[in-house]
């Protein structure tokens, strides 16, 4: 029997008042933990797109230029040369959407199309062969394929594009998203073909790769400083400029959500400090019955204080645990990488949320247990 | 040397509408050994007179010695002390903390004096003195009757072995029968163990336990 043990009764003496004060601990400290980790795994997402795309430039006409909204072969021919042909590989690409039928099957795809030679260069693929310049064929996005795949749309299948018939010659693997081109859900083919059946000789864009990841800026500048050199007339953007515009709103939804999180803490510990207070109020005469037979001040400090501390470990670790499980759902739902919640960043969020909560719950005791303390024992004993 | 000595002592409570002469100057010396009845009308500052014997209060002045230390100019922690380590309180509403059970109610002055060894045993062994028997050593003090919660009360007060024991009106909450029997145990303490007492009571008949009777009128000794 200590102070502890007062304070574990009293807290189970009330249950259901302390259950409420404690569910307010659990949703602070899951709103913290899954909120860090949510943030720390948009950042992980980051840090492995930029591993995996971040050799990428990608070129566009500008678009406040008077150059119009596509790139000729000159351009792209400017480009190769101003990157430094032998730092870069150089894909142009044009892309469009249209519709396609295979067999009986009606739908709408994104057809994306470059030089032959180039597709291997970009793309990789699952099954069959790349198409040559020549010829009628295509490939397929990966995704593309497994939707398909009880409509017969796979390889060797025949898909018409306008009066055209195309043979599935290849399927890509899966990609997945890019900042170039995203061809999990497309048909892909040769230029050649693009350019006689659409009547086009021009290029939506160029995907710059460069072989050193450390060329990137060298290259970015030589290709701003030749193609804008009079007026804009096309953007480039590293993929590692978009991925941080991209995240950089991320992160700053994800420093949102943890301030609602903070501040669901803080209701939380607005109820501890009104359960306390009540607690206090209640026990005013078995307080002033415990001063009179010699526990001091700080003792009594103390019992309340542990009362508070209780409601809030209990809190923390309900909420700890619900946050390992709320982590999983965002990785391996939100993210598809459940991986990111065993990253230590991800764990320490969730030790962070449950200290937070447990920090909250001692600051929100603190006030009632001085008010207990500072209570004199004659008129406390007097209390009914 | 006197257990408890009063020099001059007044207690004044400022009111607004003026003050409360508690105490008009008492000068009184409780020897080691004696049972002390105090009675009086209601009012007259029996109970503020007790609460300055066991420094939960302090005199407003004159000078406080009890087991041989000046209570003046303790701090709340020091008197704190001088309640835990010298003086043992018996209430009229027993004041047991329904949190605990019979028999930690009566450990508890052990452990907060940080007795922990061998507590357990010595609070059963001062509860079977007091007349609890074995079985209620772990019921809830509110499971218990008047008359028993009281004998806890007192095994509670008698447990750290305390100078003296003051009791306010300790069988105003009992019948006749079980009031008596409860001045019967506090009497034989006093006789057997040579516990010192201080008493407060309305009963007239208590005056043949004691060794005297204090008579108290407006705040003064009468
Ligand atoms: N805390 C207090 N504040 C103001 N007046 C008090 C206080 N305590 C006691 N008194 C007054 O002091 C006087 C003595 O009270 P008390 O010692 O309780 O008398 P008794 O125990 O003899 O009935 C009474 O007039 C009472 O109203
Ligand atoms: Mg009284």
């Known amino acids: 029997m200590t102070f502890l043990d007062l304070a574990r009764r009293n807290v189970s003496r009330h249950w259901l008042r302390s259950a409420l004060a404690v569910t307010g601990i659990v949703i602070g400290v899951v709103a913290i933990a899954t909120m860090g980790i949510l943030g720390n795994s948009i950042g992980l997402m980051f840090n492995d797109m930029v591993s995996d795309v971040g050799d990428t430039i990608v070129v566009s006409p500008a678009m406040s230029g008077t150059g119009g909204d596509k790139l000729t072969k000159r351009q792209v021919d400017d480009i190769t040369r101003a990157a430094g042909a032998n730092r870069v590989i150089t894909i142009p690409f044009a892309s469009t959407f249209d519709k396609m039928s295979v067999g009986e099957k009606k739908g709408g795809t994104m057809i994306y199309a470059m030089p032959a030679g180039d597709i291997p260069l970009l793309l990789e693929k699952e099954a069959g062969t790349y198409p040559r310049d020549t010829g009628s064929g295509c490939m397929i996005g990966s995704r593309l394929a497994e939707l398909n795949k009880e409509t017969g749309l796979k390889l060797g299948a025949r898909v018409t594009i306008g009066d055209e018939t195309l043979r599935v010659v290849g399927v890509l693997k899966e990609r997945g998203m890019g900042f170039d081109i995203n061809p999990d859900y497309a048909i892909i083919v040769p230029y050649s073909w693009y350019s006689r059946h659409y009547d086009e000789d021009r290029y939506d864009q160029v995907v710059v790769k460069v072989r050193d990841v450390k060329d990137l800026d060298v290259v970015k500048e030589g290709i701003e400083q030749k193609m804008n050199r009079r007026e804009d007339v096309v953007s480039v953007m590293d993929t590692k400029a978009i991925l941080e515009s991209v995240f950089a709103a991320a992160d700053s939804i994800t420093v949102f959500l943890l301030g609602i999180g903070a501040i669901s803490l803080i209701v939380a510990g607005v109820s501890i400090l009104n359960v306390m207070l009540m607690s206090v109020t209640e026990r005013i005469k078995e307080i002033g019955v415990l001063r009179s037979i010699g526990t001091r001040r700080r003792e009594v400090m103390r019992m309340f204080i542990y009362e508070a501390l209780i409601l809030g470990v209990v809190g923390a670790v309900i909420g700890g645990a619900l946050s390992f499980g709320a982590g999983y759902v965002i990785t391996a739902v939100i993210v598809e990488n459940p991986d990111y919640l065993f990253n230590p960043t991800s764990l320490l969020y969730i030790l962070f949320g449950m200290a937070f909560g447990i920090f909250t719950s001692a600051a929100s005791g603190l006030y009632p247990a001085w008010k207990a303390a500072q209570l004199n024992p004659i008129q406390a004993l007097r209390h009914e | ?222």
């Open chain 2, 1 to 222: 040397m006197p257990v408890i000595s009063f020099d001059a002592v007044t207690k004044v409570y400022p009111l607004p509408a003026g003050d409360v002469v508690a105490l008009a100057g008492i000068d009184l010396a409780i020897e080691k050994g004696e049972f002390v009845l105090v009675m009086g009308p209601s009012g007259s500052g029996k109970s503020t007179l007790l609460n300055i014997m066991g420094s939960l209060d302090v005199p407003t002045s004159g000078e406080v010695t009890i087991a041989g230390k000046r209570i003046s100019g303790m701090d709340d922690d020091e008197l704190t002390l001088m309640r835990r380590d010298h003086i043992g309180f018996i209430f009229q509403q027993f004041n047991l903390i329904p949190l605990l059970s019979v028999v930690e109610n009566v450990e508890y002055p052990l452990i907060l004096k940080g007795r922990r060894n061998g507590s357990r045993e010595r609070a059963e062994e001062v509860l079977a003195a007091v007349g609890i028997t074995e079985t209620h050593l772990t019921h809830k003090p509110g499971e218990l009757s008047g008359g028993q919660q009281q004998r806890a009360a007192i095994a509670r007060a008698l447990v750290n072995d305390p100078d003296f024991l003051l009791c306010d009106e300790p069988t105003g909450n009992l019948d006749t029968k079980t009031g008596t029997a409860i001045m019967d145990l506090l009497a034989r303490m006093n006789r057997e163990e040579g516990k010192t007492v201080v008493m407060v009571t309305h009963d007239p008949r208590m005056t043949e336990y004691a060794d005297r009777t204090i008579r108290m009128v407006d705040g003064r000794l009468a």
